[in-house]
């Protein structure tokens, strides 16, 4: 009497009611199964475009933050080597000039300070005049070279303005991937998208090789200026700036190959190590 309706989902199953009344209530089920259907459909096809494609885990936003971490204490570190003026040390011999007072030198990327000091405030074993660290006259200056082109001369000896220029200019360089590749992870978590990780891990690791080139342009400059004269004779010693640089550079590199591990499209250590199957 009441003609029989099938109906196809999008799978190709087929579901059939008869009848206005049980018939009824058995298309209904139909019909809610193939909405169902279509929104399970469409809900994996939505899962599986966001394990594809640019959305993390919190797995994944967890070691990116602690992968920042360590990239951000290359940035403090290299942002407190570079402006600060203990690169080097340099002092002639603490009876050199008299048996009262002595004179030394502490020099950085864009000033340099003379300092003098009490020989009777040295520790008597020591032969240069120094520390730095000790009570004193200080006169800092910034060096003319960034602004007049004109070297300066301490202690009968001329700098080499070229290094100084260039370690100072890669040091700045440096500073400048540092940005980039914080404002790469920045947009990365804000945003939620693994592709910022590559820009960001060249730039740390492009700013930390730069670190570690500007540190040994400078001591090259150091090595030049001892070497233009040699009527005074000077002890030189880095000093806790240049710790500060170096490990900053170390830091940066291990900063961005850690950014770039997260960005691999498989990690490495699963592909190295493989999990076994409990099933199997």
């Given at each position: 009497m009441w003609s029989t309706f099938v109906v196809t989902d999008e799978e190709g199953r087929t579901v059939a009611g008869p009848g206005p009344m049980g018939g009824a209530a058995q298309g209904g089920g139909g019909l809610t199964g193939l909405m169902s259907g279509r929104s399970t459909f469409g809900g994996n096809k939505r899962r599986r475009t966001?394990?594809?494609?640019?959305?993390?885990?919190?797995?994944?936003?967890?070691?990116i933050k602690l992968a920042f971490f360590v990239a951000i204490v290359g940035v403090v570190l290299t942002v407190l080597g570079v402006g600060t003026e203990f690169w080097v040390e340099m002092a002639p011999?603490?009876?050199?000039?008299?048996n009262q007072t002595c004179l030394t030198a502490h020099?950085?990327?864009?000033k340099g300070c003379t300092k003098t000091l009490w020989v009777s405030d040295?520790?008597?074993e020591r032969e240069s005049c120094g520390p730095a660290e000790l009570p004193g006259d200080s006169n800092c200056t910034y060096f003319k070279f960034f602004t007049t082109g004109e070297n300066i001369v301490l202690f009968q000896k001329t700098t080499q303005k070229n290094l100084?220029?260039?370690?100072a200019m890669l040091a700045l360089f440096s500073l400048f991937l540092m940005v980039m590749g914080a404002v790469c992870i920045t947009m990365s978590l804000s945003k939620e998208i693994l592709f910022f990780l590559k820009p960001a891990s060249v730039c740390f690791i492009l700013s930390g090789v730069l670190v570690l080139l500007s540190l040994l342009v400078f001591h090259q400059s150091v090595l030049a200026f001892l070497s233009s004269d040699h009527s005074v004779p000077l002890h030189h010693?880095?000093?806790?700036?240049?710790s500060c640089v170096g490990c900053a550079g170390a830091v940066l590199i291990v900063g961005g190959v850690l950014f770039l591990l997260l960005a691999l499209p498989v990690s490495p250590w699963r592909r190295c190590l493989p999990q076994k199957d409990g099933a199997s």
């Amino acid at each position: 009497m009441w003609s029989t309706f099938v109906v196809t989902d999008e799978e190709g199953r087929t579901v059939a009611g008869p009848g206005p009344m049980g018939g009824a209530a058995q298309g209904g089920g139909g019909l809610t199964g193939l909405m169902s259907g279509r929104s399970t459909f469409g809900g994996n096809k939505r899962r599986r475009t966001t394990s594809a494609g640019h959305a993390m885990s919190e797995a994944q936003e967890g070691k990116i933050k602690l992968a920042f971490f360590v990239a951000i204490v290359g940035v403090v570190l290299t942002v407190l080597g570079v402006g600060t003026e203990f690169w080097v040390e340099m002092a002639p011999p603490k009876h050199f000039y008299n048996n009262q007072t002595c004179l030394t030198a502490h020099l950085g990327l864009w000033k340099g300070c003379t300092k003098t000091l009490w020989v009777s405030d040295i520790d008597p074993e020591r032969e240069s005049c120094g520390p730095a660290e000790l009570p004193g006259d200080s006169n800092c200056t910034y060096f003319k070279f960034f602004t007049t082109g004109e070297n300066i001369v301490l202690f009968q000896k001329t700098t080499q303005k070229n290094l100084n220029v260039a370690a100072a200019m890669l040091a700045l360089f440096s500073l400048f991937l540092m940005v980039m590749g914080a404002v790469c992870i920045t947009m990365s978590l804000s945003k939620e998208i693994l592709f910022f990780l590559k820009p960001a891990s060249v730039c740390f690791i492009l700013s930390g090789v730069l670190v570690l080139l500007s540190l040994l342009v400078f001591h090259q400059s150091v090595l030049a200026f001892l070497s233009s004269d040699h009527s005074v004779p000077l002890h030189h010693e880095l000093s806790w700036s240049v710790s500060c640089v170096g490990c900053a550079g170390a830091v940066l590199i291990v900063g961005g190959v850690l950014f770039l591990l997260l960005a691999l499209p498989v990690s490495p250590w699963r592909r190295c190590l493989p999990q076994k199957d409990g099933a199997s």
